[in-house]
C-alpha cells in the first residue's frame, strides 16, 4: 500500500462556486442599478412638474421653464430605456451623453467641482450596475489582459 500525498490548494475567494460569485453581481448591479433608476426617475418627475425650487436653480444655470421640461422628458424616457432589460444599453448610452450634457452645464457655469463630480459619479454608476448585471456589457468594457 502507497501512500499519495496530495496538494490542497489555499482557501481564497475565488475557491467559492462561480455561481455564487454570479449571482452576487447580478445582485450588486441591480441594487446600484436600481439607486440610479430611482433618484433619475425623482429628477425627472421634479422637472416635469416644475417644481419651483427646480425652476430657480435651472434659471441660474441659465434655462428656461420649457427646456427644463424638455429635459425632464427626455431624461425620464431615457431612464426608462435603461430600466427595460432589452433596451437598458441604449439607454445608458442616451444616459451618457445626458450626464455629459450636465457636465458641460456645470463647467460652463463655474459651479465648483461637487457638481461636475456629481455627475460624473452618476455616469459611472450607470455603466458599473449594467456591466455588473449584463455579461455582454462586462465584456465590453472590462480591462483585457495584455
Known amino acids: 500500500m502507497t501512500i499519495q500525498a496530495h496538494a490542497i490548494a489555499p482557501a481564497s475567494f475565488d475557491s467559492a462556486p462561480a455561481a455564487v460569485h454570479g449571482k452576487a453581481r447580478i445582485w450588486t448591479g441591480r441594487v446600484i442599478s436600481g439607486l440610479v433608476i430611482a433618484f433619475l426617475t425623482f429628477d425627472s418627475v421634479c422637472k416635469l412638474i416644475q417644481l419651483p425650487v427646480v425652476l430657480e436653480a435651472s434659471a441660474k444655470l441659465g434655462f428656461s421653464s420649457a427646456a427644463i421640461f424638455a429635459i425632464g422628458l427626455t431624461l425620464f424616457v431615457c431612464t426608462a430605456l435603461y430600466t427595460i432589460p432589452r433596451t437598458a444599453t441604449l439607454g445608458a448610452v ?24 456629481f455627475s460624473l459619479t452618476f455616469g ?3 455603466w458599473v450596475g449594467l456591466g455588473l448585471r449584463d455579461e455582454r456589457v462586462k465584456a465590453l468594457i472590462a480591462p483585457r489582459p495584455r
Open 124 to 126: 459611472v454608476l450607470v
Open 94 to 117: 442616451l444616459l451618457t451623453g445626458y450626464f455629459g450634457g450636465a457636465v458641460c452645464t456645470h463647467v460652463r457655469n463655474f459651479e465648483g467641482a461637487f457638481p461636475i463630480a
